[in-house]
Nanobody, 121 residues
């Protein structure tokens, strides 16, 4: 399975962006992670095939993850963006139908190439 992320860009603080990630095949749990310069890649949000979701505390209430199973696509709607949201955003997917949602990178087998999100103050 290949993942193609898109939708990043340069915005001002308080603006919104919507990221998309299209998978080439069927996937189960899908997630977004991000990596800021000089920092570890961190969990942002994930979603099961049935629509259960989980968010990092830092984005809860501002970001919304969703998916369209018919299109094998996951989305990340990002509102009220802050400069500290600046990072490369990666989508990830798991092929296992019975795995629970996880914030760990090791829980995901497939990774997209990343899309840059820059939020200016």
């Amino acid at each position: 399975v290949q993942l193609q992320a898109s939708g990043g860009g340069l915005v001002q603080a308080g603006d919104s962006l919507r990221l998309s990630c299209a998978a080439s095949g069927r996937t189960y749990n899908m997630a977004w992670f991000r990596q800021a310069p000089g920092k570890e890649r961190e969990f942002v949000a994930d979603i099961s095939r049935a629509g259960s979701t989980y968010y990092a505390d830092s984005v809860k209430g501002r970001f919304t993850i969703s998916r369209d199973n018919a299109k094998n696509t996951v989305y990340l709607q990002m509102n009220s963006l802050k400069p500290e949201d600046t990072a490369v955003y990666y989508c990830a997917a798991d092929y296992r139908s019975t795995a629970g949602l996880t914030t760990s990178r090791s829980g995901y087998s497939y990774w997209g190439q990343g899309t840059q999100v820059t939020v200016s103050s």
